[in-house]
């Protein structure tokens, strides 16, 4: 299943691999901050936890998580 996880900080692509060999695209949000998009293809939602549970790790602020639907 790929899913879409938008956080609020910095995250760049040397990220990828200790996240699930997400794709990593850093941009900045309309306050002037950076918001940070991840998609990965992850088996599980049990991967997608443990990927979310790194990102509490980084102590990074969760905006949303979504579902594309089946690679």
């Not at 900080?9 to 941009?27: Q, R, T, Y």
């Amino acid at each position: 299943m790929v899913y879409e996880i938008k956080v609020y900080g910095v995250l760049d692509e040397s990220w990828s691999n200790w996240l699930g060999e997400a794709c990593i695209h850093a941009e900045r949000g309309p306050d002037g901050g950076v918001i940070t998009t991840l998609v990965g293809d992850w088996a599980d939602q049990a991967t997608l936890f443990g990927i979310l549970d790194r990102i509490r790790d980084l102590n990074l602020a969760l905006l949303s998580v979504t579902s594309r639907g089946p690679a």
